[in-house]
């Protein structure tokens, strides 16, 4: 039986809440900190030291001691207390802290025994404190069975009034951007008078621009076209804060990641006129994210390293960078900041399991708490979680949809009156949410090696394709693949709402699978003889044939993709292995997992004896099968962001010039085929002289206000 709640003076602690209660006034209170009450409860009137209290409420983690008196801090604060009177807790100088008042234990009359995490156990002291009489067992047992019913009472109606948040609907949609270009990361000023935003003028260029909410003007921000990363304003909101490039050809990218730099325009000029970014901090050689301004021209961001991001902290006044928070296991991908409380929500992820670490404005740690996420999501799932201003709330969006993170890990969703919404921000004044509306428009097309030109396809609302388009629709369509043996053509499409496998067959377009996943389609291969294909549905590997019957298969880890299939039995995926992408052979007869040993391919192909593979960082390497350790090695002169292997040869394109290369892996020799359009160099496969081709058509997307 497990102890819910207790008081101290008139206030109530509900633990599974997280909420102290007092005159029907609720204080939600962060877990951590009441486990730290909780454990100076269990040892009212003694001195619990600070070692004691970090061991058991942070286990295995570092944690310095101002982060403790913080937590005292505020937790006098929550019972009406102080550090100069200490009525409630008092500080033993050097040692630790004991709780003077007086503790009373709802589910008990007696202190609990010790909790593993927020909860309380009744301990063997509660049953030796009312001793047995020998002479009346029956009696004893009666009453002992009546207190474990009325306990049991006690503790569902804790369970029951401990309801989760409730959802908050948004039911109003209110478009404030309609370009020809592609807006990304909305937000408002720090009065809210405006939305400032990122208008794209190409794939990777554009400029700031924001909207005066009132009057609706548009007024252009930064001077020049540019690479812009998501901005945030400064604590007086005088200055908006962001990474930046000149232009996608400014730098040469380090490990083909883009080398920023943390850029500032002060906003008031801005709206006046045009202004040319102030670069503070030059990134020298690692890879730069997501910059916030602290106070006092300080900034955090995220900087690459050693196969990592770590937190980092600049300081423009002496030019001096530190590490803030990093962690050999976790792998961190995202962090905000909270002007309002000095604080940082760092998120990681290790072992397939996400962590939201709060930390002090010095790097210290505050509390650690595991994201539970909620059982429609995908293992894979990430969360890019921004503070509500005045909130213990962060604000998420995934691909199930936004969702309300609190600091102990619990999600709550959102309900959003569309899909397609991402980029949600929330301003701590106001109820509305902006967001970004909107899809990508891919398409596929199928071209002849041996034309020299191809006209592009005419007619109404089709003029510009860059090559005629099978299947046109306005969704975003890709990866099409021929089948073995046939002559129809597989390829992903979320032109029903939402990702599914299709067929393109006898000039027709048929949905193959019609199941809801946890996350987009991101690759599939046919079956060596043409009859099935392979995909991963909801974290596991799925098989359908071509009249849409589908086979789930377990595993013992959840599947990222599938690359190929390998033989008649046996598929080449990816999985999570010690915070590392893997490749695996998986047997489709044993469900078993082989670990290659071979970490951030993207792509694989067999070709006879070879394995042909591109990383993450668009390399191509090949391998000898059943000894890629010893044998693997770069193919220099091939490039892989857009490339496959079939029939002995790997077909890749320069990304500069657009030129399609087919290279003999025997003989090491390549030829120059033919030269792709713009926007339409993505090869998926080949048969013959025929190329299916994935291009982009429109990337269009709005800045809209939902309102409830």
Same mark, same amino acid.
């Given at each position: 039986?497990?102890?819910?709640?207790?008081?101290?003076?008139?206030?109530?602690?509900?633990?599974?809440?997280?909420?102290?209660?007092?005159?029907?006034?609720?204080?939600?209170?962060?877990?951590?900190?009441?486990?730290?009450?909780? /454990?100076?409860?269990?040892?009212?009137?003694?001195?619990?030291?600070?070692?004691?209290?970090?061991?058991?409420?942070?286990?295995?983690?570092?944690?310095?001691?101002?982060?403790?008196?913080?937590?005292?801090?505020?937790?006098?604060?929550?019972?009406?207390?102080?550090?100069?009177?200490?009525?409630?807790?008092?500080?033993?100088?050097?040692?630790?802290?004991?709780?003077?008042?007086?503790?009373?234990?709802? &589910?008990?009359?007696?202190?609990?025994?010790?909790?593993?995490?927020?909860?309380?156990?009744?301990?063997?002291?509660?049953?030796?404190?009312?001793?047995?009489?020998?002479?009346?067992?029956?009696?004893?047992?009666?009453?002992?069975?009546?207190?474990?019913?009325?306990?049991?009472?006690?503790?569902?109606?804790?369970?029951?009034?401990?309801?989760?948040?409730?959802?908050?609907?948004? *039911?109003?949609?209110?478009?404030?951007?309609?370009?020809?270009?592609?807006?990304?990361?909305?937000?408002? &000023?720090?009065?809210?008078?405006?939305?400032?935003?990122?208008?794209?003028?190409?794939?990777?260029?554009?400029?700031? =621009?924001?909207?005066?909410?009132?009057?609706?003007?548009?007024?252009?921000?930064?001077?020049?076209?540019?690479?812009?990363?998501?901005?945030?304003?400064?604590?007086?909101?005088?200055?908006? #804060?962001?990474?930046?490039?000149?232009?996608?050809?400014?730098?040469?990218?380090?490990?083909?990641?883009?080398? =920023?730099?943390?850029?500032?325009?002060?906003?008031?000029?801005?709206?006046?006129?045009?202004?040319?970014?102030?670069?503070?901090?030059?990134?020298?050689?690692?890879?730069?994210?997501?910059?916030?301004?602290?106070?006092?021209?300080?900034?955090?961001?995220?900087?690459?390293?050693?196969?990592?991001?770590?937190?980092?902290?600049?300081?423009?006044?002496?030019?001096?960078?530190?590490?803030?928070?990093?962690?050999?296991?976790?792998?961190?991908?995202?962090?905000?900041?909270?002007?309002?409380?000095?604080?940082?929500?760092?998120?990681?992820?290790?072992?397939?399991?996400?962590?939201?670490?709060?930390?002090?404005?010095?790097?210290?740690?505050?509390? @650690?708490?595991?994201?539970?996420?909620?059982?429609?999501?995908?293992?894979?799932?990430?969360?890019?979680?921004?503070?509500?201003?005045?909130?213990?709330?962060?604000? *998420?969006?995934?691909?199930?949809?936004?969702?309300?993170?609190?600091?102990?890990?619990?999600?709550?969703?959102?309900?959003?009156?569309?899909?397609?919404?991402?980029?949600?921000?929330?301003?701590?004044?106001?109820?509305?949410?902006?967001?970004?509306?909107?899809? %990508?428009?891919?398409?596929?097309?199928?071209?002849?090696?041996?034309?020299?030109?191809?006209?592009?396809?005419?007619?109404?609302?089709?003029?510009?394709?860059?090559?005629?388009? %099978?299947?046109?629709?306005?969704?975003?369509?890709?990866?099409?693949?021929?089948?073995?043996?046939?002559?129809?053509?597989?390829?992903?499409?979320?032109?029903?709402?939402?990702?599914?496998?299709?067929?393109?067959?006898?000039?027709?377009?048929?949905?193959?699978?019609?199941?809801?996943?946890?996350?987009?389609?991101?690759?599939?291969?046919? @079956?060596?003889?043409?009859?099935?294909?392979?995909?991963?549905?909801?974290?596991?590997?799925?098989? #359908?044939?071509?009249?849409?019957?589908?086979?789930?298969?377990?595993?013992?880890?959840?599947?990222?993709?599938?690359?190929?299939?390998?033989?008649?039995?046996?598929?080449?995926?990816?999985?999570?292995?010690?915070?590392?992408?893997?490749?695996?052979?998986?047997?489709?007869?044993?469900?078993?997992?082989?670990?290659?040993?071979?970490?951030?391919?993207?792509?694989?192909?067999?070709?006879?004896?070879?394995?042909?593979?591109?990383?993450?960082?668009?390399?191509? =390497?090949?391998?000898?099968?059943?000894?890629?350790?010893?044998?693997?090695?770069?193919?220099?002169?091939?490039?892989?962001?857009?490339?496959?292997?079939?029939?002995?040869?790997?077909?890749?394109?320069?990304?500069?010039?657009?030129?399609?290369?087919?290279?003999?892996?025997?003989?090491?020799?390549?030829?120059?085929?033919?030269?792709?359009?713009?926007?339409?160099?993505?090869?998926?496969?080949?048969?013959?002289?025929?190329? /299916?081709? @994935?291009?982009?058509?429109? +990337?269009?997307?709005? +800045?809209?206000?939902?309102?409830?």
């Amino acid at each position: 039986m497990k102890v819910k709640q207790f008081s101290i003076e008139s206030y109530r602690i509900d633990l599974l809440r997280s909420i102290i209660t007092c005159d029907n006034n609720e204080t939600r209170v962060e877990p951590k900190m009441l486990q730290v009450l909780l /454990l100076l409860a269990e040892n009212q009137g003694e001195v619990v030291t600070h070692q004691e209290i970090m061991e058991k409420v942070w286990p295995n983690v570092q944690v310095v001691p101002n982060a403790l008196q913080r937590c005292i801090t505020q937790l006098r604060k929550a019972l009406g207390d102080d550090g100069k009177t200490q009525r409630v807790i008092t500080t033993q100088a050097r040692v630790g802290y004991s709780l003077a008042a007086k503790v009373h234990w709802h &589910s008990s009359n007696d202190a609990p025994a010790q909790p593993e995490s927020s909860t309380i156990k009744l301990n063997d002291h509660a049953k030796a404190s009312a001793p047995e009489p020998k002479n009346q067992p029956y009696k004893s047992k009666l009453i002992a069975l009546s207190l474990v019913v009325v306990l049991l009472i006690i503790a569902a109606f804790s369970r029951q009034s401990a309801k989760p948040l409730p959802t908050v609907k948004y *039911t109003k949609v209110k478009v404030q951007t309609q370009s020809d270009q592609h807006e990304s990361h909305p937000i408002y &000023s720090n009065d809210g008078q405006y939305i400032v935003f990122n208008r794209h003028i190409g794939l990777c260029t554009g400029n700031l =621009w924001a909207k005066h909410i009132v009057t609706g003007k548009e007024i252009k921000l930064t001077q020049d076209v540019g690479i812009y990363g998501k901005h945030s304003f400064n604590t007086d909101g005088s200055q908006l #804060v962001f990474a930046a490039l000149d232009n996608c050809q400014a730098q040469k990218p380090l490990n083909n990641k883009m080398c =920023w730099n943390i850029a500032t325009i002060d906003f008031s000029n801005s709206l006046t006129a045009p202004q040319q970014p102030q670069h503070r901090y030059e990134c020298q050689s690692q890879q730069l994210e997501t910059p916030k301004a602290l106070t006092n021209s300080q900034y955090a961001f995220l900087q690459w390293d050693e196969n990592r991001y770590s937190l980092m902290h600049y300081d423009d006044r002496n030019k001096i960078t530190k590490t803030l928070f990093s962690h050999h296991a976790k792998h961190i991908y995202y962090f905000d900041y909270d002007p309002v409380n000095q604080r940082f929500a760092v998120i990681s992820r290790e072992n397939n399991q996400d962590t939201l670490d709060l930390l002090a404005l010095d790097g210290s740690l505050i509390m @650690s708490n595991e994201i539970q996420r909620l059982p429609s999501m995908s293992r894979y799932q990430r969360f890019e979680a921004n503070f509500i201003l005045g909130q213990d709330y962060l604000l *998420t969006s995934s691909h199930s949809g936004p969702n309300l993170l609190a600091l102990n890990g619990e999600l709550t969703p959102l309900e959003i009156p569309e899909s397609h919404i991402s980029h949600l921000y929330k301003h701590g004044t106001t109820d509305k949410l902006l967001a970004i509306r909107g899809m %990508f428009d891919f398409d596929i097309a199928e071209i002849s090696l041996n034309e020299s030109v191809v006209k592009p396809q005419m007619g109404f609302n089709l003029q510009g394709l860059p090559y005629a388009s %099978f299947a046109r629709t306005t969704s975003a369509e890709g990866s099409p693949r021929y089948q073995p043996n046939g002559n129809h053509i597989a390829f992903k499409s979320n032109r029903s709402g939402s990702d599914q496998l299709w067929l393109w067959r006898e000039t027709q377009a048929t949905q193959l699978t019609f199941e809801e996943n946890n996350r987009a389609v991101n690759q599939f291969s046919w @079956s060596p003889n043409g009859k099935q294909l392979a995909y991963v549905l909801n974290d596991q590997v799925a098989l #359908v044939d071509l009249n849409g019957k589908i086979t789930k298969l377990a595993a013992d880890k959840p599947i990222f993709s599938v690359l190929a299939w390998h033989s008649d039995n046996k598929l080449l995926v990816t999985a999570d292995s010690h915070n590392t992408r893997s490749v695996y052979i998986y047997d489709l007869n044993t469900e078993q997992l082989n670990d290659l040993k071979l970490t951030q391919v993207k792509k694989a192909w067999l070709e006879q004896d070879r394995l042909i593979y591109v990383t993450e960082q668009n390399k191509v =390497w090949q391998a000898q099968w059943g000894k890629i350790d010893s044998t693997k090695k770069l193919l220099p002169k091939v490039f892989g962001k857009s490339a496959l292997a079939k029939n002995g040869y790997i077909y890749h394109v320069n990304p500069f010039t657009r030129i399609l290369f087919k290279y003999n892996i025997e003989t090491k020799q390549q030829s120059e085929l033919i030269k792709l359009k713009e926007r339409a160099w993505w090869i998926a496969d080949i048969k013959a002289e025929k190329l /299916l081709i @994935s291009q982009t058509i429109a +990337v269009k997307k709005d +800045v809209i206000e939902l309102s409830r």
